[in-house]
């Protein structure tokens, strides 16, 4: 029982570090990630904090695989509700009342702000994968659909990403507003992968030589 809450408390943190991560990203203005452009861009357009937007984006995907899975849908897939309405709520307040207190005028300095922000990201996310308590809706959506489908899951969540990005350029384009798909979007992309197997290579002994991993 111990070990089911302290396991619960480190995904928790872990959820945060990744919703200051992103929104760090965010703060940087030098493109983010598919899944947070399109967040962006359409937030802008219906004036929603980008959180707000960002949780009902992620609960959306907590109800589609409700409508997949049906009577197979269980406890973990629920947790996932947690999962967005805290990393919503992480990214609003991060955005609107920590970070909205300072500006950073040098473009440099804002690739550095985003590549530390891949950093967290990719840091936090290794924990939740390694511990797999639970997982985020999006990638709980794409897996079932991978698998109902007879696909890739890395095919699913790539198209999920192109699908992402042309939505958020559409919407820039269409509203007059300002591309959230830029270079830093291509930084992320590069960067994430690699750091993300560095640091479950790093943390994995960490969290077996605390039974939080078998």
Known sequence: MFKSIQKFLIVAISMMLTGIGASLGIKAAV???????L???????????????????NISCVLLQLILLKKEFKINHIVQIFVAVLL????????????????????????????????????????????????????????????????????IRQFVDVLSIAIALAVSFLFNESITVREGT?????????????????????????????
Not at 31 to 37: F, K, R
Not at 42 to 56: E, L, Q
Not at 186 to 214: C, D, H, T, W
């Open 88 to 155: 919503g709520f992480v990214v609003n307040f991060m955005i609107y009342d920590v970070y909205s207190k300072f500006t950073i005028d040098s473009y440099w300095m804002n690739v550095l702000l985003l590549i530390l922000s891949v950093i967290i990201c990719a840091a936090s996310i290794s924990v939740i994968m390694a511990i797999n308590l639970v997982t985020f809706p999006l990638e709980s959506v794409c897996m079932i659909i991978s698998k109902k489908i007879n696909k890739n899951f890395g095919f």
């Open 31 to 37: 493109g983010v990630g598919a899944w947070d452009a």
């Open 186 to 214: 291509v930084i992320a992309m590069i960067l994430f992968g690699p750091l993300l197997n560095v640091f479950m290579k790093l943390m994995m002994p960490k969290l077996k030589s605390a039974r939080l991993v078998e």
């Open 39 to 57: 967040s962006l861009s359409v937030s802008g357009v219906i004036d929603m904090k980008v959180g707000t937007f960002s949780m009902i984006m």
